[in-house]
């Protein structure tokens, strides 16, 4: 699904950021892999708690993987 040219977006039921960098965000949900791609991005608010993720920059696609792996996200990782 492309969705260009949007500066912000939200994204909920957030369970863990396995990576990101100003083209790519990979985001595990509680529904699956959500892999965000553009340019010029970056995470402008995180919750886990919440379970909610802001995203500002210019989106350019969505991918949606419904099979959830994980090896412990960028977040896991940084606080165990």
Do not use: C, P
């Amino acid at each position: 699904r492309h969705v260009r040219g949007t500066l912000e977006t939200g994204i909920s039921g957030v369970e863990d950021v396995e990576s990101f960098d100003e083209n790519s965000i990979i985001i595990y949900t509680s529904k699956g892999t959500l892999a965000v791609h553009g340019k010029d991005m970056r995470i402008e608010k995180l919750s886990v708690d919440l379970g909610e993720l802001t995203v500002e920059g210019e989106i350019e696609a969505l991918q949606y993987e419904d099979e959830v792996h994980r090896s412990g996200g960028f977040w896991h990782r940084l606080f165990r």
